[in-house]
């Protein structure tokens, strides 16, 4: 079965530094997102992007974070100056359209130290 | 817009009895809905989702859930539960169109043997 892939799993960066976050979306998907949950907390909505081009963010998608789908196939989030309490579970997903489901990838732990 | 409250952060059944976990939303539009899994350490695994077709969907797992637009509710069960059946639950709804997901905090399965 197709599968959304996360890398890495696992990042650990310090206050202050960029991260990139990667995702590679099921194929011919067709809409990207980027939750995030915080540890103990529900997942959240960050941002959508299709055609791209972002179709909405949160309030929580502010100027330090942006998306990018640079090849065609990967799908990114960056962070540009990390703060303790961006330390999250990050989950991409993706759609085929309109009345699919979500598929989500199994995350990346963000530690901002 | 939208939201979801899943009643109960924690529920606790024995190995083979009915689990039944809450779910109501509020939405302003019609509303897809979804249960999803999530087990330690991993991601989101998506049970069933209601997408204005049959009102009993049934999922993986041998879960099901019922849309009652009445009750404004999406509450999932399962017959007899299994100890594999411990994790985490998250009920989400979006609108139509692939549009963002709405999580409730999620409730905390216990199966106790």
């Known amino acids: 079965e197709p599968e959304v892939t996360q890398t890495p799993s696992h990042q650990v960066t310090q206050m202050g530094q960029e991260v990139i976050l990667r995702c590679v979306p099921i194929?011919?998907?067709?809409?990207f997102y980027w939750y995030r949950q915080i540890l103990g907390q529900k997942v959240e909505f960050l941002v959508s992007?299709?055609?791209?081009?972002?179709?909405?963010k949160s309030e929580i998608f502010d100027d330090q974070f942006s998306v990018e789908r640079p090849d065609g196939s990967n799908f990114t989030l960056k962070i540009r100056s990390t703060k303790l309490e961006d330390s999250a579970m990050y989950f991409c997903?993706?759609?085929?359209?309109?009345?699919?489901?979500?598929?989500f990838g199994s995350g990346t732990r963000l530690t901002v130290v | 817009a939208q939201s979801v409250t899943q009643l109960g952060s924690h529920v606790s059944v024995s190995e083979g009895a009915l689990v039944l976990l809450r779910c109501n939303y509020s939405?302003?539009?019609?509303?897809?809905l979804f249960w999803y899994v999530q087990y330690p350490n991993q991601g989101l695994q998506l049970l069933l989702k209601?997408?204005?077709?049959?009102?009993l969907v049934k999922g993986i797992n041998g879960f099901e859930a019922e849309f009652k637009k009445s009750e404004t509710s999406f509450h999932l069960t399962k017959p007899s539960a299994h100890m594999s059946d411990a994790a985490e639950y998250f009920c989400?709804?979006?609108?139509?169109?692939?549009?963002?997901?709405?999580f409730g905090q999620g409730t905390r399965l216990t199966i106790n043997p």
């Open positions: 992007f299709y055609n791209n081009e972002i179709s909405e």
């Open positions: 997903a993706s759609s085929k359209d309109q009345n699919y489901g979500y598929t």
């Open positions: 194929s011919n998907h067709l809409y």
């Open positions: 989400a709804v979006s609108g139509q169109g692939a549009q963002k997901l709405v």
């Open positions: 939405s302003s539009v019609p509303p897809y």
């Open positions: 209601y997408t204005s077709a049959a009102t």
